[in-house]
């Protein structure tokens, strides 16, 4: 089964910036789309930022123009940087297949805490 573990969260101030990655167990080719996704406490999980196979991105309007998705296929990584971070922005933050409904199953996510 292949997997998808994420790193790079911490705590960051208002307007500070992380970059999360997420090292993939097969090549990245191998799917039509990788998103990033968030949850936070008491809410639904979303997605924020998707990268398809052609390299093709779409961030969702509560991160365009802050965050960036990229991937690297030499080393099977797809990272999300954020920029600009606001509190709302806290959550536990996931990579997978993207849709969702194709998920199998979700690792243990990095989380990111942004103070105010």
């Known amino acids: 089964q292949v997997q998808f573990v994420e790193s790079g969260g911490g705590l960051v101030q208002a307007g500070g910036s992380l970059r999360l990655s997420c090292a993939v167990s097969?090549?990245?080719?191998?799917?039509?789309?990788i998103g990033w996704y968030r949850q936070a406490p008491g809410k639904q999980r979303e997605w924020v930022a998707i990268?398809?196979?052609?390299?093709?991105?779409k961030s969702a309007d509560s991160v365009k123009g802050r965050f960036t998705i990229a991937g690297d296929v030499a080393e099977n990584t797809v990272y999300l940087q954020m920029d600009t971070l606001k509190p709302e922005d806290t959550a536990v933050y996931y990579c997978?297949?993207?849709?969702?409904?194709?998920?199998?199953?979700w690792g243990q996510g990095t989380q990111v805490t942004v103070s105010s």
């Open positions: 997978n297949v993207f849709p969702d409904y194709r998920v199998r199953s």
């Open positions: 097969s090549s990245i080719f191998s799917f039509n789309a």
């Open positions: 990268i398809d196979r052609g390299g093709i991105t």
